[in-house]
T-cell receptor, first 115, second 115 residues
């Protein structure tokens, strides 16, 4: 079946450090890829997306590139802030399932940024 | 415009009872999906509704059910509650099913605790 694998957390960084959260996927079809962020006590917020190979999604300084050859969608940010502390989820949805669809999520990676 | 509204935010129930959770999607969105989030299993898909019809169902027992009304609002019901049903239940809405190009918008969730 379809699956998403994320690096284990927690990831602890100092403010202004470079962030990478790895995400790889296995899909029977052709997926669109997403990163969602969850702040404490909240639901999920869409951070960025990419719908085809080589697309780069970006938002709020975060970036991720859809790499079909390595089935990866790693999240990066050049300089993290304390306010980026949250749990990050990589997810996919298949494009070719007709009308039946669902998001498949990774296990989430907790990021803690300290001063 | 208003986001996805889930009520109630918090709920405490006793084993064996039943519970109904409500979700109002973004105005104009016609597809509603439900997800269960637990520390052990992560985010798991429950079901998806569109035009009052269940279009997709996850791997959950029959105690979990849902419905969608003509105004696109959705409810999910869990009967004969078990301790393992304690979770954050998230509702997500989209214009149409299978939003491969822009993902889903999530609500803040209902935190269900079964005692």
């Amino acid at each position: 079946g379809d699956s998403v694998t994320q690096m284990e957390g927690p990831v602890t960084l100092s403010e202004e450090a470079f962030l990478t959260i790895n995400c790889t996927y296995t899909a029977t079809g052709y997926p669109s890829l997403f990163w969602y962020v969850q702040y404490p006590g909240e639901g999920l917020q869409l951070l960025l997306k990419a719908t085809k190979a080589d697309d780069k999604g970006s938002n709020k300084g975060f970036e991720a590139t859809y790499r079909k050859e390595t089935t990866s969608f790693h999240l990066e940010k050049g300089s993290v802030q304390v306010s980026d502390s949250a749990v990050y989820f990589c997810a996919l949805i298949l494009r070719d399932t007709g009308t039946a669809s669902k998001l498949t999520f990774g296990t989430g990676t907790r990021l803690q940024v300290t001063l | 415009k208003a986001g996805v509204t889930q009520t109630p935010r918090y709920l405490i129930k006793t084993r064996g009872q039943q519970v109904t959770l409500s979700c109002s999607p973004i105005s104009g969105h016609r597809s509603v999906s439900w997800y269960q989030q637990t520390p052990g299993q992560g985010l798991q898909f429950l079901f998806e509704y569109f035009s009052e019809t269940q279009r997709n169902k996850g791997n959950f027992p029959g105690r979990f059910s849902g419905r969608q009304f003509s105004n696109s609002r959705s409810e999910m019901n869990v009967s004969t509650l078990e301790l393992g049903d304690s979770a954050l239940y998230l509702c997500a809405s989209s214009l149409i099913p299978g939003p491969v190009n822009y993902g889903y918008t999530f609500g803040s969730g209902t935190r269900l605790t079964v005692v």
